[in-house]
């Protein structure tokens, strides 16, 4: 049984119920709402084990972020007549994949966003898919360029990334952007969704990064690699944990911030968490569940039954990454467009 007391990571202003203007990262500029007016973030205690725990909530912060984009949207059109364009790229039939695109565009629309989307067949050559990118990267109607991935294996990702514009990236997954992340000093133009994402809920739930100590699980291009980056410009002391890490639990209980991004259901158990950790799951994963209405339901990397009895805060699966990845899409393309188009 672990004892909690009172978070070290929560800034004093959350603790006073408090608050101070919130940072941004990367391109996004967004109001410094009190978002989580009202919250506890702080005391907990042991005999009580929910009391002061806080379940981040990704979907109202996405929505509240879509909202803004929305407004800036709208902002943008009556001013200079220009509507921020995203082309997304889908090549195959994996349900996942579609159903990921299916959901971009209902968020495009209903932050006024236009957008494009290019279904091609999953034997389509390296060829078609860098025709369109191309096109995409010549259109001024179009400000961000997204390829679905992952790719048919039999498709070069390297060449069909690296051909996106990286003005146009809003993906953040060009050499150059990805480079530039990985440099001390260099600002790339678009940071990953996911990570950004991921950092986003850290500022707007006030939690302290710098010379905190933060543990990815995971180093994909998508997650892990970009947000152990994103955490080490904000001054935490970053360890990566991934497949042929020995002893992870070891690693992940002296975590002050955990980002789980393994694919892995459940992998971190309540013992792996340090007592009044910030955690941040990522992990989508498909389980049977006889009881679930079809059979199977979706859990995170992250036990959160066992995770919210020691953490003092943890993102939900769903709800919790997930809509913030979309929310970070819209307001990379946002961006781009104010960029091109020079609109403040
Ligand atoms: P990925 O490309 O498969 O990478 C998984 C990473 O986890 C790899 O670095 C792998 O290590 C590591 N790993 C796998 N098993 C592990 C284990 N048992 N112990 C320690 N490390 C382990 O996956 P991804 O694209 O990064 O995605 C990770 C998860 O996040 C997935 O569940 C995915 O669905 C989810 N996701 C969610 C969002 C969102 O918006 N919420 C967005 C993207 C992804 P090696 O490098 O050694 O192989």
């Not at 039999?154 to 146009?168: D, R, S, V």
């Not at 890490?245 to 980002?259: F, G, Q, V, Y």
Request: glycine share 8%; hydrophobic share 35%.
């Amino acid at each position: 049984m672990f004892t909690v007391s009172t978070s070290p990571l929560l800034h004093p202003s959350i603790r006073n119920n408090a608050f101070m203007p919130r940072r941004c990262i990367g391109h996004i500029r967004l109001h410094t709402t009190p978002s989580i007016r009202g919250c506890t973030l702080s005391i907990r205690s042991s005999s009580s084990p929910d009391a002061g725990f806080t379940c981040i909530d990704g979907k109202k912060e996405g929505k509240s972020i879509s909202d803004e984009i929305k407004i800036e949207v709208s902002r943008m059109d009556a001013s200079i007549h220009v509507v921020p364009g995203l082309a997304v790229i889908l090549v195959g039939d994996r349900e996942d994949s579609a159903s990921y695109v299916r959901n971009k565009k209902k968020a495009c629309e209903s932050a006024g966003i236009k957008s494009v989307d290019v279904c091609l067949p999953e034997d389509s050559s390296e060829e078609e898919v860098l025709k369109y990118v191309l096109s995409f990267n010549n259109d001024p109607t179009i400000h961000g360029i997204l390829v679905q991935l992952p790719l048919p294996s039999h498709l070069n990702e390297h060449n069909i990334l690296k051909a996106i514009n990286p003005k146009k990236d809003v993906d953040g997954f060009h050499p150059q952007n990805m480079g530039l992340l990985a440099m001390r000093g260099r600002e790339p133009d678009f940071v990953p969704c996911t990570p950004k994402g991921c950092i986003e809920l850290l500022h707007r739930y006030n939690v302290e990064i710098e010379g905190k100590r933060a543990v990815v699980i995971g180093r994909s291009n998508i997650v892990g690699m970009p947000v152990a980056h994103l955490l080490q410009n904000e001054d935490a002391t970053v360890t990566t944990i991934h497949s042929k890490t020995k002893n992870p639990e070891e690693i992940t209980r002296e975590a002050d911030i955990l980002i789980a991004a393994a694919g892995q259901p459940n992998m971190v158990r309540g013992s792996w968490i340090k007592p009044g950790a910030v955690v941040i799951d990522v992990g989508i994963n498909h389980i049977d569940d006889l009881n679930a209405p079809r059979g199977r339901r979706v859990v995170g990397d992250v036990c959160y039954e066992e995770a919210c009895k020691v953490a003092s805060a943890i993102t939900p699966v769903p709800g919790g990454v997930g809509p913030m990845t979309i929310a970070m899409l819209l307001s990379n393309t946002l961006t781009s467009a104010k960029r091109i188009h020079e609109f403040e």
